[in-house]
Nanobody, 130 residues
Framework: QVPLVESGGGLVQPGSSLRLSCAAS????????IGWFRQAPGKEREAVSC????????YYADSVKGRFTISRDNDKNTAYLQMDSLKPEDTAVYFC???????????????????????WGQGTQVTVSS
């Protein structure tokens, strides 16, 4: 059983929108932070956005602030990344990941690194091109 499965990627024109989904199974989703990462060809994987399990604070990379919105539905064990005003530089494979965050010392700064995430999805391709 694959713990995380992404969906919703595709080929869109600049200025369009996409909503990515990350469906979780096999672990207590409600206790895990969910992060979205992306990796473009020839580049390192970078953090895009992150939502903790209960803290209302959210993380967004500067490059996507004001354009992307992360959310989660614990009843459905699913997280989402709404991507608006897409740009060609958003083209990448997008991954979701899960990190246990149900303890006091968990810090939103954990979202900035791809290290120490317990579960990863297989990725979904997002291509923004005219």
């Amino acid at each position: 059983q694959v713990p995380l499965v992404e969906s919703g990627g595709g080929l869109v024109q600049p200025g369009s929108s996409l909503r990515l989904s990350c469906a979780a199974s096999g672990f207590p989703f409600q206790y895990y932070a969910i992060g979205w990462f992306r990796q473009a060809p020839g580049k390192e994987r970078e953090a895009v956005s992150c939502i903790p399990n209960s803290d209302p604070s959210l993380y967004y990379a500067d490059s996507v602030k004001g354009r992307f919105t992360i959310s989660r539905d614990n009843d459905k064990n699913t997280a989402y990344l709404q991507m608006d005003s897409l740009k060609p530089e958003d083209t990448a494979v997008y991954f979701c990941a899960a990190q246990y965050s149900n303890y006091d010392r968990w810090d939103l700064a954990n979202c900035k690194s791809s290290i120490d995430w317990h579960y990863w999805g297989q990725g979904t391709q997002v291509t923004v091109s005219s």
